[in-house]
């Protein structure tokens, strides 16, 4: 005699066999299911990681970038960690090895990012010319102490020289660039000694209190200086310039969402005409605005470069890597 089973029991086995069935088919392997879910970036358990290029005094970069940060977040509704990097180098390398999404980069390092393919530059920095127009590049200068009597390039042979770093453009190569078009020799032979001094106003401030007798910066990171230091214009002068320098600007790492891209990029060009954004990036990076680029734009850098004899990936290469740590989230940047 064949039974059968009715009624709340019924019911109940049979929804057990159900459930049951439903979850071996996810467990077993090779079964079709759905895959875990990546936390997306942006968000509370992935925050985008920005980084700054140590281009200018730490505690400029920390106050500046905070406000930036606050305002992609305000904006756009993301979640963002910044960093200031150790070195250009470290910032390329931390890009390249997946540590930071996003930062804000100098030309150089842009042609060090396409080169390794681990980077996109996707914003480009505007200044304001000796016309008061907005421009896509900038220059270098060559600054001495105004007590030296130098009055150019010559007469900085066989003297101290500081460099900002290895990767920047207008701190390096470009003034690389006049020593050797002026003088016929590598700056190696023809300064007495060189240093690195990490940073636009670390060089300047060199000249100033007398470490070295010549710098190079961009034009004019004496600015920067002139409320702690008020004289560093008269004391220093400026006895060679070089350029037009690419802007520096804003890069994304490979495989960086497009639609979050856009956010991003929409909010830091709003943000770059509103009255808080125009100090801020003033402050920062001397920036009167942004635009959007495409990695062409950097074509110029590289050929300048090539020119100037700089190996490039040799110098990154010469840089100590960060350490893991290096874009971990902080409270400021």
Not at 151 to 168: R, W
Not at 280 to 309: N, R
Request: net charge positive; glycine share 10%.
């Amino acid at each position: 005699m064949r039974s059968t089973l009715r009624g709340p029991l019924g019911w109940a086995l049979a929804a057990g066999l159900v459930l049951a069935t439903a979850c071996n088919s996810v467990g077993t392997p090779g079964a079709t299911s759905s895959p875990t879910k990546t936390a997306r970036i942006g968000g509370l358990d992935r925050p985008i990681q920005l980084a700054f290029t140590p281009s200018t005094q730490a505690a400029t970069i920390s106050t500046n970038g905070a406000a930036i940060k606050s305002a992609l977040e305000k904006s756009t509704g993301l979640r963002i960690n910044v960093t200031v990097m150790t070195s250009y180098a470290a910032q390329v390398e931390a890009m390249c090895s997946g540590s930071i999404d996003m930062g804000f980069f100098a030309p150089l390092q842009m042609t060090l990012l396409l080169s390794k393919g681990c980077g996109t530059p996707v914003l480009g920095a505007l200044r304001k010319d000796d016309t008061g127009q907005l421009s896509t590049t900038y220059k270098s200068q060559i600054l001495v102490s105004v007590a030296s009597g130098i009055t150019d390039i010559n007469g900085l042979k066989g003297k101290k020289f500081a460099f900002v770093d290895p990767l920047s453009a207008s701190g390096y190569v470009y003034p690389t660039l006049v020593v050797k078009n002026k003088t016929g020799q590598e700056p190696k032979t023809f300064f007495s000694s060189t240093i690195f001094a990490g940073g636009h106003p670390q060089a300047a401030l060199a000249v100033y209190q007398g470490t070295v007798d010549g710098a190079a910066t961009f034009i004019d990171a004496r600015d920067s200086l002139v409320a702690t230091t008020p004289d560093i214009k008269t004391k220093t002068k400026v006895i060679d310039t070089a350029g037009p320098i690419p802007n520096d600007g804003v890069a994304l790492a490979k495989n960086f969402p497009d639609d979050i891209a856009k956010q991003v990029k929409d909010a830091l060009i709003a943000y770059s005409k509103a009255d808080d954004g125009k100090k801020v990036f003033s402050a920062l990076f001397s920036w009167d605005g942004i635009q959007e680029i495409s990695p062409s734009f950097y074509d110029d850098m590289k050929t300048a470069a090539a020119l100037a004899g700089v190996d490039v990936q040799g110098l990154a290469n010469a840089t100590p890597k960060p350490a893991a740590t290096t874009a971990a989230p902080s409270k400021s940047p």
